[in-house]
């Protein structure tokens, strides 16, 4: 498998083709086994939370919420020093509470705002490092596709995983915006805006996109609340930004009805398919006993769950290089759930330290998605991007290896209960 995706070929062809040969190969099982599993993979209720997540995430990026947003985040924090890059990164903390994609986001800041930090003197390889570093909060906020695949997979509530990412994803916009803060120092990246806003500037704004910023509330109420499933919450989402698009903001019409349904479908299938495919390829580690080697393994080098978490980290972020995130995750999650059981970690805290992971591959070469959608949006050279991306990729590493050693940070919200 790892070596057809080397070769270049698409995910699910490569996770398909590697199971399809053990199935033909094997005296006890059969390619109908394999097709069982495919198809029992996607009977799942819980799976219609991905579509309408999708969806939402779509009419945010193509609805015209994205640079009402934007300008917001001009407004407040368009005096900073760096203040182009700083706009960027809080932009990202906002969108990605709604799309949960690190790729959309690293694709609106790259069209939108790098070309304006050009202007104002800002080198491309630091405005393309800023777009795709701030990009990794989006995964990690709820409503992020890889904490529902990891909590669907691996049989983990996704809404305390959900809320598990929050404070994570806030640490990583801190992060990000004290390393802009440095370099902006160092390079004299000015502010965009002479002075702080006035309050009735910051109202105005505010006023804007107050029906786009209420989507994060409603989402985080409705997690905290239990009201809704995470499938209702997914529906009343897609619900909720159709409607802002529609009526409050009136930029969503027939024509872009249709192209965002066409790509939510196209978003959704790709998952959906490679899930299916991964079911497959699964089964073949239940009945291996994958697992349990694993787990063996591990415990004849250590039991100690920190020096576990920092092996498997190690693992991953090696992994994340080379083999596509959304794979790894599809296939690993069972595995790295037994593996957390059996260690004493919380299976919420490996959802999170897994998704960052994986997420943080998409920044290097050479799958790098989001590293090739930025630089083929901007036209920066990977070189560039990689001298540029270094300060932040340490940072990201760092507080890595912070959360696997303080997993309170990640549990304070799931774990936290009202008097």
Known sequence: MIVAMVLGVPVVFAVLGAALIYYLAGDNTSTLVMMQQVQTSLRSFPLLAIPFFVFAGT????????ERIIAFAYVVVGHWR??????????????????GSAVADAAVDSRVLVPQMQRHGYSLGFSSAVSAASSLIAPVLPPSTSLILFGLLGQVSVAQLFLGGVVPALLIALICMAIVNIIARRRSYGAVRSASATWSEIGLALRACFWALMMPVILLLGLRSGLFTITELAVIAALYTLAVSVFAYRTVGWVEFWDILKDTVTTTSTVLIIMGASAAFSYVFAIERVPAHVIAALSAVSDNKYLILLLLNIALLLLGMIVEGAAIMILAAPVLVGIAQHFGIDPVQM??????????????????IVMFTVCSITGCRVGDFLRELAPFLASLIALLITLSMIPQIILFLPHWTSP
């Not at 009419?59 to 994205?66: L, R």
């Not at 760096?82 to 799309?99: D, E, H, P, R």
């Open 59 to 66: 009419v945010m990026a193509k609805g015209g919420i994205a």
């Open 82 to 99: 760096g203040g182009l890059a700083q706009v960027a990164v809080l932009n990202s903390l906002i969108m990605g509470s709604m799309s």
């Open 351 to 368: 959802g999170v330290l897994v998704t960052l992971n994986l997420t943080i591959g998409t920044l290097t070469p050479p799958v790098g």
